[in-house]
């Protein structure tokens, strides 16, 4: 496969997500609600996980639900509290983008998420390719890894080389968890790839009781940052709640992983 712009052998890269470094050594946390529901709701997480440590706070606004008849999402106006929250907090936002006709309400927003579902959605992609925000690019559950890495280099092609990988499981014959977390995926990216990677084990998992342990493997094993979703009362949470962890259980993982961290790298 013709890999132009992605390049093994360089350096690996540093991505700026506003004041924030992921790569080449520095390690992030992205963590926060699968979905806003409510100003109150976004910025007693946001305060908690900051509170705790994490560097990024993450939002939906725009929800890609697998049922048209589940909560889509505050839309526009959950852009309009994840600008307001990060003027409160400091914290930088990333939040996920499914179509180009929305690019523009984005201009607030520091880090624009592809997810799974439009990880070859390439019109999607050439656009994001054009502006100069960080993307960070979910690997689809049905995708190889060659995959994930051309869908990187559409959004190089066309200019912008800002890009965060993130695996977050892929669909296997195993049932119990939502996906299979796919963790030799972080040290291969690595070897194919100078870009950051990231682990999501919230959506890799489905299921709250495992987050904390595949995070904590997901450091062990290079990743360059984790993407963990946090609510208060995860049983009515509109979105994801049986994976999402409490902020007590996040300010543990938390210190769990900077030992990691302080340990091996
Ligand atoms: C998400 O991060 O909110 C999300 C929908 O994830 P994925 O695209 O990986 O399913
Ligand atoms: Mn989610």
Known sequence: MVTANINSNADPKIISVSNIKIGKGHFAVIAGPCT????????RIAYA???????????????????????????????????????????????EITNTHALDLFSD??????????????????????????????RGFCNTLQELLMSAEYIMQA????????????????????????LSAVPALHMLSNLPVIVDPS???????????????????GADGLMVEVHFDPACALCDGPQSITPQTFDKLQKDVMKIRNTLF
């Open 36 to 43: 806003i529901e409510s100003e109150d709701q976004l910025f």
């Open 49 to 95: 996980v900051k509170n705790s440590g994490a560097n990024i706070l993450r939002g939906g606004a725009f929800k890609p639900r697998s049922s048209p008849y589940e909560f889509q999402g505050l839309k526009k106006e959950g852009l309009r509290l994840l600008s307001e929250v990060k003027k409160e907090t400091g914290l930088p936002v990333v939040t």
């Open 109 to 138: 927003i520091d880090l624009i998420q592809v997810g799974a579902r439009n990880m070859q959605n390439y019109d999607l992609l050439r656009e994001l390719g054009k502006t100069d925000k960080p993307i960070l690019l979910k």
């Open 159 to 182: 200019g912008n080389e800002n890009i965060i990988l993130c695996e977050r499981g892929i669909r296997t014959y195993e049932n119990y968890t939502r996906n299979t977390l796919d």
């Open 203 to 221: 959506h890799a998992t489905g299921n709250s009781a495992l987050v904390p342990s595949m995070a904590l493997a997901a450091t062990a094993c």
